[in-house]
């Protein structure tokens, strides 16, 4: 149907896509003590080496911990905010649906900076509480997108058909609406929660050497080393995350969690 | 004024309602309205329906029929008048607490719960003791002939099963008043035909107070006791389905419900009657709607296709008219026949005959004679001198919206 040009031209676009994970796995594995590509022998000792450094251990524990308090408070905030969008009319509705949805505008840097120097001012210590909110304001725009498009295609009806049956609007809440909501906010959950673990820019300026989640960890490793552990990271990493897509592929179809899908 | 007036058509109709309670009323409204915004999508309608009875609400879409029925379930409180179900005044009253039970146009089955779990629903949020619940939903699923589906799921049923689902849901929890919104909608010809006879059975089985609310008037005449016929945010006329037919109290309700033509005649008043006059023919009409007509006016005379046919020797004929179009209908045919003179678009007549379409072929002139003398006529409109135009794509378009 493509055509040979066409496939050839998808084909191209693919292996573009895939071509700098490829490289970096492929080096994960070089035996030698230098980032170099394509490896001339194979070993897997790098990744001995990246399971067993201190701070990459404390960086990814780090990284979990803010993680999932950012993205369960995000998901708190943004439920809350997507309901009153889509439920109720109220006045600035637009613009505070803007300033929710800014920090899409907002460059991370501008945001970790200015969490930094808030800190200063009312004399934070730089521990989690300031990491937990940078995170937070990063990734409450995809949450509330998340779950404003899943209450957006939850039909109504199912919700009339409930009340109209004498289920009083707390049942109706607990027996119809979160339950169908489900996909939706587990994958705004989890798009949060990966979102966050990744985030570097904003996390360097609000991150101190206790509370530095693994992409500061990785940064700071990578100015003074060059060795395929990095590499070695990386693709746990891959490996981490694809597991964790395919799971909630599985349990909860992932055109269901990203809404690609029109529910039945 | 006019729901008042519609008030007065309904058989056996005590005059204008005064109170919102009344013994054999189920569900009641007294001057109910509703605004969305600068939209009036409910005026001042007062309507009764008694214990028992099938009530179907009728008229084209935003004639204010959902909003009427969303009243009596409570998605939407009136902004004045008062509703009132078996007496007592519900306006304040959430829908969860109205005891009702309702079908919804795309069944609006849970998609997360089994069939079981979806028609105890109602019995589970009113408490019911599980073997209790679990008696009443095979009761329920048997009583519109759906066994052995209890563990699957809505998606897993077809269109016909799930609305089986849908009303054995609703009437698991007894309710006081069933509330069907264009239930037969998405369901294909053959099965809807079917459905709409069990609905109907089951509906007088249980005598339970049904509202029903369709845009389909050939559904309203054969499934209700009587119909409630909205236009444009009012209730035009109340009555039984040959009332509704045979005495329309208005020009809409006379063109929206069942086929008609409407032929140019003359009044000329006999003796306190209501003679019209349309060609040779001397046709008694009801005098009500034509009180401010002068006597040698014209008016619009209303007839049904039935009412017409092609005049035998010695009848007096009404219209001269040409063969325009034939629609072969199995059963029957129907005949296009054009006379501009009296009517503005084509005049329908319906031939019995096999041959019809070989004895009056197109362009042949017909002399059409009127067997009946229940016709009725209304004044000209001022608009639209020509009488209400109706074109047959029109018509074809009314009975078959929405599926």
């Not at chain 1, 945001?111 to 730089?126: E, P, S």
């Not at chain 1, 570097?200 to 500061?216: D, E, M």
């Not at chain 2, 269109?159 to 264009?182: C, F, I, N, T, Y």
């Not at chain 2, 063969?323 to 329908?348: F, K």
């Amino acid at each position: 149907m493509l055509g040979i040009v066409g496939t050839l031209a998808v084909l191209a676009i693919l292996g573009f896509v895939i071509l700098p994970a490829a490289v970096v796995v492929l080096a994960a594995f070089n035996d030698k003590a230098i980032l170099a590509f394509p490896p001339e022998t194979w070993s897997w000792r790098w990744f001995a080496k990246a399971l067993a450094y201190d701070d990459f251990r404390s960086g990814c524990r780090n990284g979990l911990i803010v993680a999932s308090w950012a993205s369960s408070i995000a998901l708190l905030v943004g439920t809350a905010f997507a309901f009153a969008l889509d439920r109720y009319a109220f006045p600035l509705k637009r613009t505070i649906e803007a300033v929710l949805l800014s920090s899409l505008v907002v460059p991370h840097f501008t945001i970790g900076l200015g969490f930094l120097m808030l800190a200063a001012q009312i004399g934070w210590a730089r521990g989690f509480a300031v990491v937990v909110a940078c995170h937070v304001v990063l990734v409450l725009p995809f949450v509330l997108r998340s779950v404003y498009v899943s209450l957006r295609n939850l039909d109504q009806r199912f919700e009339l058909a409930a009340a109209s049956l004498g289920a009083s609007p707390a049942r109706v809440l607990g027996t119809i609406t979160l339950p169908l909501l489900l996909p939706g906010l587990v994958g705004g959950w989890l798009l949060a929660a990966i979102l966050s673990f990744n985030e570097f820019t904003a996390s360097l300026f609000v991150t101190a050497q206790r509370t530095q989640t693994l992409p500061v960890a990785m940064y700071n490793y990578v100015r003074e080393y060059a060795d395929p552990s990095m590499a070695a990271l990386s693709v746990l990493y891959i490996v981490a995350t694809a597991t964790l897509l395919t799971l909630a592929n599985a349990y909860l179809g992932l055109g269901k969690v990203l809404n690609v899908e029109p529910r039945r | 004024m006019s729901s008042l007036a519609a008030e007065r058509h309904s058989n056996g109709g005590a005059g204008a309602p005064t109170t919102a309670n009344s013994d054999d009323a189920a569900v009641r409204l007294l001057r109910a309205s509703k605004r969305f915004g600068k939209i009036i999508a409910l005026e001042d309608a007062t309507l009764s329906i008694r214990r028992g009875e099938l009530m179907t609400l009728l008229g084209p879409s935003g004639c204010g029929k959902t909003t009427l029925l969303n009243l009596v379930a409570g998605f939407l409180v009136p902004d004045t008048g008062e509703i009132a179900i078996d007496g007592k005044r519900v306006n304040d009253l959430p829908t969860y607490k109205r005891e009702i039970g309702m079908m919804f146009q795309n069944y609006a089955l849970f998609p997360h719960m089994t069939i079981a779990d979806n028609v105890g629903y109602g019995l589970r949020m009113r408490g019911v003791a599980k073997p209790d619940l679990k008696r009443r939903v095979a009761e329920a699923l048997s009583l519109v002939r759906l066994t052995g589906v209890e563990e699957r799921r809505p998606h897993q049923l077809s269109g016909g099963q799930q609305q089986r689902v849908a009303l054995a849901r609703a009437l698991v929890v007894s309710p006081k008043v069933l509330l069907l919104d264009e239930p037969f909608s998405a369901l294909d010809r053959n099965l809807r035909a079917s459905m709409q006879i069990e609905i109907k059975e089951i509906q007088r089985q249980l005598g339970v107070t049904t509202i029903f609310v369709t845009h389909d008037q050939s559904e309203a005449l054969s499934l209700s006791d009587r119909i409630a016929v909205m236009f444009e945010g009012r209730i035009r006329q109340v009555g039984s389905p040959d009332e509704i037919y045979r005495r329309p109290a208005d020009r809409f309700v006379a063109s929206f419900v069942g086929d008609v033509n409407v032929l140019r005649g003359r009044l000329d008043r006999v003796d306190g009657k209501a003679i019209v006059t349309l060609g040779a023919a001397r046709i008694s009409v009801p005098r009500d709607p034509l009180a401010l007509v002068h006597s040698g006016d014209h008016v619009d005379l209303f007839i049904r296709p039935e009412q017409l046919r092609f005049a035998n020797a010695g009848e007096p004929i009404a219209v001269e008219a040409t063969v325009a179009a034939h629609i072969y209908q199995g059963g029957h045919v129907n005949l296009y026949l054009e006379a501009p003179e009296v009517c503005s678009s084509h005049i329908l007549v319906r031939s019995l005959e096999p041959d019809a379409i070989e004895r009056w072929r197109t362009g042949t002139r017909v002399g059409v004679s009127i067997t009946s003398t229940d016709a009725i006529a209304f004044e000209l409109e001022p608009a639209q001198p020509n009488g209400a135009p109706r074109s047959l794509k029109g018509k074809e378009e009314k009975s078959d919206a929405g599926s």
